[in-house]
């Protein structure tokens, strides 16, 4: 026998009223937008979630009871977070069916809510997206993918002064190698395509390339830039940071990461004028002595910004970059403080934002209780300061670092540090939460 399932009467008054209330309630609790796209949030806003796959549910529960805590701890029950879990992923294929790992659901609780959280997700083999990662930024335009990078004290680190590193990267999440435009070695459009790329380059009197080659597009445009520059500016402005670096390979690919150099300039010269100077105006007009109201606007090559992020990493402040260039360059300033673990990530938009953890599902660890949750937690912590929740986020922090101090951590810390007490996932949540201050 077929089951039915039960269904409310919405013409019986008692139901329109409660579902009237609950509308009402839910409009309240929304976070809203102000005319600057700066989150108005409510004392209790609606905060959806992605649990995550393979170690996603470990790492997410240490996480909800640490920034649940916090929050009570400093607003006394006067503000809390309303979690609302979302699908996507393994979850989503188990609830939906096995083609829909990323439903429209999700995609609109996102969109209306406005500030969500999420653990990492695995891909389907087969068919469909590439990644789900990158299907979220793309659907959702969140066009800048944030990652602010400094030195927890007591994180075992693999350079001698990580504690120099304090870098915010924002990396364009829409285009260049994201933009997937390949076609592969031998077939019939890439032989065509680069048939039709041959005979202008002989014309023009060029080098020509071997028809059995594979191809790749790379796309850029101004706009994007324009908007990903912009937002890096704006944020060195409200975190009173002193420089802006844009990253880029403008002395091969000139018409793509070098346009994304001038664009940046063009963007700081019109947008921030008032409030920005150059390196050369630096020197040239105030011998080298920046003043207090500037922001200095640099650019340097992505292979010697390798180098200099390990040598003089105290130079360098907010980082803008195109996509490829902020992969690398984020996961190695990550390294130099203890690693993917301890990093916090961000996917931000025009009125969204995406807070995640920076690295995988770990399918190995699943179920274990075993993974670090440091960069979840971040990740939490970074969403709370996007709301402005400051004195939680900061309380966070202080907690963490306290746990760290003493010994008491995961086991990919606890490997690294002589004395150390390895604990559980959960553990090591229950015991930031004892250090709350």
């Not at 393979?54 to 006067?78: C, F, H, M």
């Not at 260049?176 to 459009?189: K, N």
């Not at 969403?383 to 746990?403: P, Y």
Request: aromatic letters at 8%; proline letters at 5%; one cysteine or more.
């Amino acid at each position: 026998m077929e089951k039915k399932m039960k269904t409310q009467n919405t013409s019986d008054p008692a139901v329109v009223a409660t579902l009237a209330e609950s509308a009402a309630d839910d409009a309240a609790n929304t976070i809203q937008w102000d005319d600057q796209q700066r989150p108005v949030v409510p004392d209790f806003p609606i905060i959806p979630f992605i649990e995550g796959d393979g170690i996603g549910p470990d790492i997410w529960s240490a996480t909800k009871s640490v920034l649940d805590a916090a929050v009570e701890r400093v607003y006394d029950g006067k503000r809390g977070i309303s979690w609302r879990e979302i699908l996507a992923g393994e979850k989503a294929q188990e609830h939906y069916g096995v083609k829909n790992p990323l439903p429209k659901e999700t995609l609109s609780a996102i969109s209306r809510y406005g500030v969500a959280l999420k653990g990492p997700l695995t891909t389907p083999v087969g068919g469909g997206f590439r990644s789900l990662n990158v299907a979220l930024r793309q659907t959702l335009d969140l066009y800048a993918c944030v990652r602010p990078v400094c030195y927890l004290d007591g994180v075992p680190a693999p350079v001698t002064h990580p504690e120099r590193v304090d870098v915010v990267i924002f990396r364009e999440n829409t285009e260049d190698v994201y933009a997937g435009l390949e076609w592969p070695a031998g077939s019939t459009d890439a032989r065509e395509l680069l048939a039709s790329i041959n005979a202008r380059s002989k014309a023009a009197g060029g080098t020509t390339v071997s028809l059995e080659s594979a191809v790749g597009i790379k796309p850029m445009s101004k706009a994007n830039t324009d908007r990903l520059v912009s937002m890096a500016i704006q944020y060195a402005l409200d975190h009173h940071r002193k420089s802006v670096t844009l990253v880029h390979k403008g002395n091969i690919m000139k018409y793509t990461e070098g346009a994304f150099r001038d664009w940046g300039y063009d963007v700081a010269r019109e947008t921030y004028g008032d409030v920005t100077l150059t390196e050369a105006d630096l020197y040239e007009k105030f011998h080298g002595h920046q003043p207090e109201d500037r922001i200095v606007i640099k650019d340097r090559i992505a292979d010697a910004m390798f180098q200099q992020l390990l040598l003089r990493p105290e130079e360098y402040d907010v980082i803008a970059t195109p996509n490829l260039n902020g992969d690398y360059l984020s996961d190695a300033a990550a390294a130099q403080v203890g690693g993917l673990g301890m990093a916090p990530g961000a996917n931000i938009g025009d009125c969204r934002a995406l807070f995640e953890a920076t690295h995988g599902t770990a399918p190995k660890y699943a179920d274990q209780d075993k993974v670090n949750p440091g960069s979840l937690i971040l990740s939490g912590v970074e969403m709370l300061r996007f709301i402005h929740w400051d004195e939680a986020s900061e309380t966070v922090v202080s907690a963490l670092k306290k746990t760290i101090h003493q010994g008491t951590v995961t086991y990919d810390l606890a490997r690294q540090m002589e004395g150390a007490k390895e604990v559980r996932c959960s553990e090591f949540g229950v015991a930031i939460v004892k250090n709350l201050a």
